[in-house]
Nanobody, 115 residues
Framework: QVQLVESGGGLVQAGGSLRLSCAAS????????MAWYRQAPGKQREAVAV???????SYADSVKGRFTISRDNAKNTVYLQMNSLKPEDTAVYYC?????????WGQGTQVTVSS
């Protein structure tokens, strides 16, 4: 079973930056694709960014050019660098991974962008 722990959220002004981290337990981290999702109040959870085991990435259109997902397999950690933040980026951000046994989520970290 994989456990995920997010950190790095907070309150930032529009135009600012934050870096989220997600530390994963387990020895299979390097073989798994990792993803960041977010959920704003009253909205469905949506995928923000994905990074494959090989390091290829994909992003939601709303964050392309502003967010960067990366991973450090030696630290079992995936990151989300968020630049040029907008009020509409306000949400709880979740780390996600699927393996052969199930889908796993972290507890989430709140990101609030003030205008």
């Amino acid at each position: 079973q994989v456990q995920l722990v997010e950190s790095g959220g907070g309150l930032v002004q529009a135009g600012g930056s934050l870096r989220l981290s997600c530390a994963a337990s387990g020895s299979t981290f390097s073989r798994l694709a990792m993803a960041w999702y977010r959920q704003a109040p009253g909205k469905q959870r949506e995928a923000v960014a994905v990074i494959s085991r090989y390091g290829s990435t994909s992003y939601a259109d709303s964050v392309k050019g502003r967010f960067t997902i990366s991973r450090d397999n030696a630290k079992n950690t995936v990151y989300l660098q968020m630049n040029s933040l907008k009020p509409e980026d306000t949400a709880v951000y979740y780390c996600n991974v699927d393996d052969a046994f199930g889908t796993y989520w972290g507890q989430g970290t709140q990101v609030t962008v003030s205008s």
